[in-house]
């Protein structure tokens, strides 16, 4: 079983960037595919990025495409999300999950999949 541990979320103007950490203890890394989803006051939790477990795939959803950039470390048991022009509408809580996988293609864009959770970073950006 893992666990997850967010970091690197604060308070940023628009335009500006933030580079989100998830730092992974308790179970084989390398065996899960990472997923960032996001969640604001009122909405439903959404799709940000997602990345295999061996990290050569990568999905984004369209409101961060060309934004945001999503990568992973296995050496170390991180993944990061990397925001650059960073909009108001980005505002939301965002967490860092894990999906164990024996396929080195699978990596879900919906969130079900995913049985672990971290407990979320606050990312706000102001206009």
């Known amino acids: 079983q893992v666990q997850l541990v967010e970091s690197g979320g604060g308070l940023v103007q628009a335009g500006g960037s933030l580079r989100l950490s998830c730092a992974a203890s308790?179970?084989?890394?390398?065996?899960?595919?990472m997923g960032w989803f996001r969640q604001a006051p009122g909405k439903e939790r959404e799709f940000v990025a997602t990345?295999?477990?061996?990290?050569?795939?990568?999905y984004y959803a369209d409101s961060v495409k060309g934004r945001g950039t999503i990568s992973r470390d296995n050496t170390k048991n991180t993944v990061s999300l990397q925001m650059n022009n960073l909009k108001p509408e980005d505002t939301a809580i965002y967490y860092c999950?894990?999906?164990?996988?024996?396929?080195?293609?699978?990596?879900?864009?919906?969130?079900?999949?995913?049985?672990?959770w971290g407990q979320g970073t606050q990312v706000t950006v102001s206009s």
């Open positions: 990345i295999t477990k061996n990290g050569a795939i990568t």
């Open positions: 308790g179970g084989s890394f390398s065996s899960y595919a």
């Open positions: 999950a894990a999906e164990r996988t024996y396929s080195t293609y699978r990596a879900s864009t919906n969130s079900a999949p995913y049985a672990y």
